[in-house]
């Protein structure tokens, strides 16, 4: 007789074959250093940019200054029901303030904004054009979706502007979809120049994934929107608090239409438990400050151009022009190797593998924090320059 759960184990077999089995990791936290394995290293795989959520005074005053419901650990309710907490309509009203824009809607995660705003927002009379490479809560909030969608080659603008022209005519909305700077490679999408392209065909709007810019890039650190000028010209500028703004949660900025369409018709947004008014209080005490924090992005961008430099001078590719910076290795198992041997040296990072990026692209991800030290980045240099100028192993 078959066991019931064969396929579940052979799949797995086979993952721990390919040297792509995923486990949890058993870590402790101290700071911007991670303990795993008896090891204690400088962390390279968090997504703590600006250095805040290790930043202890800054939480200590957050917590002395919070009272009443915003102390709240839960809001106990969706935010159609008794969750929406007046922190949360405060929270909206700064955000649509700084970015100078009609509305702000903000979610329980960057996952659930994710998967949620297409759906809402497209029918079978629409048709999604999305960048290759857009993260995976995209790709499955499009799935979710009744639209048509075709994936453009990364960053290849001729290829979607083909698009459009061929299509603009034949469906009476368009959305072209993209994150600003992708999580893998760490490039950057040049956004005024897609908010020039959507403007020259009627019914086509722009949503653009901040996710990885929000709080280090932009004068203010409003994100790559900003730095380029051109937030008024996205339809819907996305972005998360769980990365550079050490909270939880996602928003979008957006028009008023668009923000009462989604409170509508987003089930992402209707079907869950809204944010503890505390976490919400936190973001906005955090995003209150972003413009004082030039000094934290300054630090982020020295270090990162530090690392880039160093990682194409050793005869790497390297595509990143941002924080986060991929080091190509290739195969699964030599990626792992990689991660092992720069655990070794005492730095924590992790193999990126398929399916999270395509076959024959497995890498280390090197994801820097404001709160790192030149003397540390220094020594990963080095170690990575041995690596390329030895090519046996770190």
């Not at 969750?83 to 995660?109: D, I, K, P, Q």
């Not at 280090?216 to 380029?228: C, D, H, K, S």
């Amino acid at each position: 007789m078959t066991d019931t759960y064969d396929y579940y184990k052979e799949t797995l077999q086979t993952l721990r074959e390919r040297g792509d089995l995923r486990r949890l990791p058993d870590v402790e936290h101290t700071g911007r250093r991670i303990t795993a394995s008896g090891r204690t290293m400088l962390n390279l795989s968090s997504n703590d940019y600006l250095g805040l959520a290790t930043d202890t005074v800054l939480q200590q005053e957050f917590l002395d200054g919070v009272g009443g419901e915003d102390r709240l650990l839960s809001s106990s309710s969706s935010r159609l029901l008794t969750g929406n907490f007046t922190a949360c309509t405060g929270l909206e009203h700064l955000l649509a303030g700084l970015f100078r824009r009609e509305a702000a809607l903000v979610f329980s995660s960057g996952y659930h904004m994710n998967t949620g705003i297409l759906p809402a927002l497209t029918d079978a009379h629409t048709l999604i054009l999305a960048d290759k490479l857009v993260h995976a809560s995209i790709i499955d909030g499009i799935r979710l979706s009744a639209a048509r969608c075709i994936r453009f080659r990364h960053q290849d603008y001729a290829q979607l502007e083909r698009l459009l022209e061929q299509y603009h005519g034949q469906y009476p909305r368009i959305f072209i979809v993209t994150e600003s700077i992708f999580s893998m490679d760490g490039d950057i999408a040049p956004l005024a120049r897609l908010v020039e392209l959507k403007r020259r065909y009627p019914g086509v709007m722009l949503y653009v994934d901040e996710a990885h810019a929000i709080g280090v890039r932009g004068r203010t650190g409003l994100g790559i929107a900003e730095e380029q000028d051109c937030i008024g010209g996205v339809d819907l500028l996305c972005g998360t608090f769980g990365k550079a703004l050490a909270s939880v949660g996602a928003y979008v900025v957006c028009d008023e239409v668009i923000r009462q369409f989604l409170i509508n018709r987003m089930r992402t947004l209707i079907f869950t438990t809204a944010l503890p008014p505390l976490n919400v209080a936190w973001t906005r005490y955090v995003v209150e400050r972003l413009a004082g924090m030039t000094d934290r992005r300054e630090r982020l961008a020295d270090i990162s151009t530090l690392l880039r430099e160093a990682i194409r001078s050793s005869g790497m590719d390297c595509v990143s022009d941002s924080h986060i910076i991929p080091y190509i290795i290739g195969a699964s198992p030599d990626a792992m190797l990689k991660a092992d041997a720069l655990q070794r040296h005492g730095f924590y990072v992790l193999p990126v593998r398929p399916p999270t990026v395509p076959e024959g692209t497995s890498r280390l991800r090197f994801s820097l924090t404001a709160d790192m030290e030149r003397p540390e980045i220094d020594e990963l240099v080095r170690c990575l320059r041995d690596d390329a100028k030895n090519g046996d192993g770190i």
